[in-house]
């Protein structure tokens, strides 16, 4: 079947927790999602077997639309040849059974390991160590840390072409001595990626043997001054398919079944790692459009931060997972983390620190049960804006220029304190921040989510914030492979929910007084003047698709996108929200640190943004 | 969406469970299938490679890496002793002078390296055995892996605990589910036993506990500062078992003062007296492993069939137990499944049940906040 011709697609993403869904199809001459189903994931026991969610999530959907999708008995998906029957194409993306976890080792920790880490992530992964010849461990330790983790698959790099061997060779000789075992599977070895110093191959084979499977590829870093990641990140796609995949249970089943008819031949689509295929369309997306663009995805156990920005004039994509950060399993740890102050100064009444606990513990061993009270949803927003703004710190450490180059400096640049290494990361610089996973996409109101992205990522300037609608850019990543139309188009329609533009002026800032004004000529050709406030947040109605032009006039010596105290002027837009003026201040924002004043703040942000029903001034206790 | 509720946490009176006893390293299996164990019964045994320690002999000597080899006293997979010779450089006139490297542990010279000069040598093997955990029958044999336990027993699941197995004899120290162990029921004869509280315990009695040699306590709650203080650290990520506590807690409900299930605790009172096994490792992502207490049973309960199984599918007239605020261990019957989302207070749209409570009264709660359970 040629790509024109398929009109009925069937995406599933298994998750950790959940399994779900989607329809999508052709209609009135564009590719619409249809459908949504959702099972538990079944790769645990008692089922142990992925397929069997797959089908009761595939079967929701047949039950929804009064349809066949599922093949006459009921064991597999009904991709048919022509058209007539099921669908045309099934693919499907995975993070069950803890998704893809990596080792990676390099020879510096700040220039191979890192740039190892930057390869295994954009790949999916989910890395659990960085072993590198100056990580300050002794070698046993190493020895130790390998075998303990028992990682899916190690990345090994290290090395400059033509450098020093001796170090990525002492690296091979530690993950020999460690003997490692992959974490499934007790039949097979354990998958080891090569892509280091090419002189050094024949040295690491020797050294590696057989106790591994050895996969040699292009060195990740053939020089300081480069990255070459793909290889690595192909090959590890590769494996995951091959070694993992096929060992977790149900797997090998749901390999056979992702795919499609091209020209009476079946063709196979392989299933992709969740998050690598929520990185793929947001480096589309931000290619496509031409801008700065932040995803982020907050799951039950990791939150995925996705980013493309510029490097010395070029898009560079990033990606990091911060793999114990999460709003069910790993909730105790954003506890643990962040601190109990740091998540109770979000919380907008007063409650007792040991109740706080408590209800927190009780979220992570019972993960799947959902706020049924208001007050129980405002305190999971306010642990998710504690995931959140740690997963983007997580983020800014990782998403850096290359370390360890040298470069030539002028006189100008002496004043200029920026270096290899520094964060590509600029909130100014970003255009659009969308935001995903269970607690953005689900929250009973938008402004929720809205609310909750610009306390944790503080953009600055003009941003326009989104969120996935309904939890489906795994299964769009992965239909881009192939169908690159079909997921753009559901992208537009269906998936990203455009907010509205937030505005938060920039820089040290005096206590009073006016940040910016607003200056903003309306649809109906009225002017309007907003003044951005110390200290307030304020809403100004401007539906999904309204436009307007705009002038924003930063006070002295702050900064709205433009330089300190240059007026911005451009369009802004409105969404599901509306748009959102932010005079809370950035570089530094800071919460009242006495305590009534703090919730009578956030109370009155609530309150102008809508964020809750009037009632929950009425909850918590007095102090 | 048929299958959106949690599953309930297993307790039954009399239930066939299967115990997979595996080694962590392929090794030797010590039993047949068809044989009868006791818990403390070696089921299998194995060595772990032992801890590697790497010298670089290059380095020490001062002579380049490739030279090093005719330096060598030992061969790869010789075994070492701590202090004895590994290399010795030439020296002038091959008698002064002389630089030599010795072992800093007894083990095995593993190997040598050309290019960076450096020996990995390793220390003998650890041995390592599992014992069967439980009374019962070997089941199957795992060749070269572990063994399969059957066992016939009472097993109730808890769905926190840390700590790792101990067996003791089961003892009540409070009359109701309701009740928190006050820490005069703490006494001398719960030393070596296995306790069952009521409602919550504080960390001063858990610690007179420990204090007295009490093996495990099974209790409805515990607060999450109480356990910050007894680990001595914020525990992030729920994977738990490793703890060296001097006990093993197991919570049967939940943190904070929450009643024991009735059902639980009326169940473990009446085997008051029994030898049980119990495992405080909880594992909630990925593997979904709850602590649990077994109870092995006598001979002559062997015939009774499995009154506790996991629940099936949810419909009206399914027992139920909320799980989370604002009905929170509160028991009923399903009384409607309506099929539309409705709109909780949160605001949230999710799908719903009605429930009767026991005591009387209906509400509607979240399918995702019940758990399913067996009457």
Known sequence: MAAREIKSILATDCGSTTTKSILIEWRDGRFRLIRRGEAPTTVEAPAEDVTKGVLNAVGEIEDLEGR??????????????????????????????????????????????????????????????????????????????????????????????????????????????????????????????????????????????????????????????????????????????????????????????????????????????????????????????????????????????????????????????????GMSYSVSNVLASAGIDNVMRWVPFHMDEADLRNRIRNKMIR???????????????????????????????????????????????????????????????????????????????????????????????????????????????????VHPQAATEVFDNDCLIKLGHCVAPAGPVKRGGSLAEVRMTMPDGSVKTESIDYGVMKHVPLGAGEKVKAEIVPAKGLDVGEGLGKVWTGTLEGGVVGLVLDGRGRRPFNLPEDDVKRVEKLQEWSAALNTYPERFLSLGGDR | MAFAYTPGLRVAAVADILKTRRLPLKGQVLVKKGDIVSADTVVARTELPGNVKMLNIANILGVPSQDIHELLHVKEGDPIEEKGVLAQSKGLFGRFFRNTVRSPITGFFETFNEITGQAVLREPPIPVQIDAYVNGVVAEILPEEGVVISTHCTFVQGIFGIGGEVRGELKTIVESPDQE?????????????????????????????????????????????????????????????????????????????????????????????????????????AGVMRPEVVIPLPASEANLADQGHQAGAMDLGSFIRCIRAPYFGRLGKVTALPPELKVVDSEAKVRVLEVEFEEGGRAIVPRANVELIEK
């Open chain 2, 181 to 285: 162990v006050m820490p005069d029921r703490i006494t001398p004869e719960c030393a070596g036993k296995i306790l069952v509280g009521g409602s919550y315990i504080s960390n001063a009695t858990l610690r007179k506990a420990i204090a007295q040699g009490v093996k495990a306590v099974v209790v409805g709650g515990f607060d999450d500062k109480d356990l910050k203080e007894l680990l001595g650290y914020d525990l992030g990520v729920a994977i738990t078992g490793h703890e060296k506590k001097g006990i093993t807690l197991i919570l049967t409900e939940g943190f904070g003062r929450m009643t024991m299930a009735h059902g639980t605790f009326d169940l473990l009172k009446s085997r008051e007296g029994m030898t049980a096994s119990v495992n405080g490792a909880t594992q909630i992502r």
């Open chain 1, 68 to 325: 066949q999708f599922l093949n006459d008995a009921k064991d597999g998906v009904l991709v048919s040849e022509d058209g007539s029957r099921g669908v045309d194409v099934y693919c499907s993306t995975s993070s069950a059974g803890g998704g893809l976890q990596m080792t990676v080792a390099g020879v510096v920790k700040s220039m191979t390991g890192e740039s190892a880490q930057r390869a295994a992530l954009g790949a999916g992964a989910i890395v659990m160590d960085v072993v590198a010849s100056n990580d300050g461990r002794l070698p046993h330790e190493k020895v130790a840390d390998i075998r303990r983790l028992r990682p899916d698959m190690i990345l090994l790099s290290g090395g400059i072409d033509g450098g020093t061997m001796d170090h990525v060779v002492e690296l091979a000789e530690i993950i020999r001595a460690a003997d490692p075992k992959p974490r499934f599977g007790v039949g097979y070895k354990l998958p080891v990626i090569y892509a280091g110093n090419k002189d050094a191959r024949k040295a690491v084979a020797e050294q590696l043997g057989e106790t591994v499977e050895l996969k040699i590829v292009d060195n990740l870093r053939p020089v300081l001054e480069r990255e070459n990641l793909s290889p690595a990140r192909d090959t590890i796609h590769e494996l995951f398919m091959e070694h993992v995949m096929a060992q977790a249970p149900g797997y090998a089943k749901l390999m056979e079944w992702t795919g499609l008819y091209e020209n009476g031949k079946w063709r196979n689509v392989p299933i992709m790692p969740t998050p690598g295929a929520v990185g793929k369309l947001i480096e589309t997306v931000a290619k496509q459009l031409g801008i700065h663009v932040m995803g982020v995805d907050i799951g039950g156990a990791t939150t995925d931060v996705f980013s493309v920005f510029d490097s010395e004039g070029q898009p560079v994509f990033n990606r990091t997972v911060s793999a114990n950060l």
């Open chain 1, 367 to 481: 993960p799947t049960t959902i706020p049924q009270e208001l007050e129980e949803l405002i305190i999971e927003q306010a642990i998710a804006r504690e995931a959140l703004r740690l997963a983007l710190v997580q983020h800014r450490e990782l998403a850096v220029g290359l370390k360890g180059v040298a470069q030539e400096r002028t006189i100008g640049d002496a004043f200029d304190q920026s270096s290899s290494g520094a964060t590509l990361v600029d909130m100014m610089a970003l255009d659009l921040l969308i935001g995903s996973g269970g607690v953005l996409s689900h929250a009973p109101r938008r402004c929720q989510t809205a609310h909750m992205l610009i306390d944790s990522f503080l953009p600055e300037g003009v941003t326009m914030l989104a969120v996935d609608s309904i939890f489906m850019m795994p299964h769009l990543g992965v239909l881009s492979e």
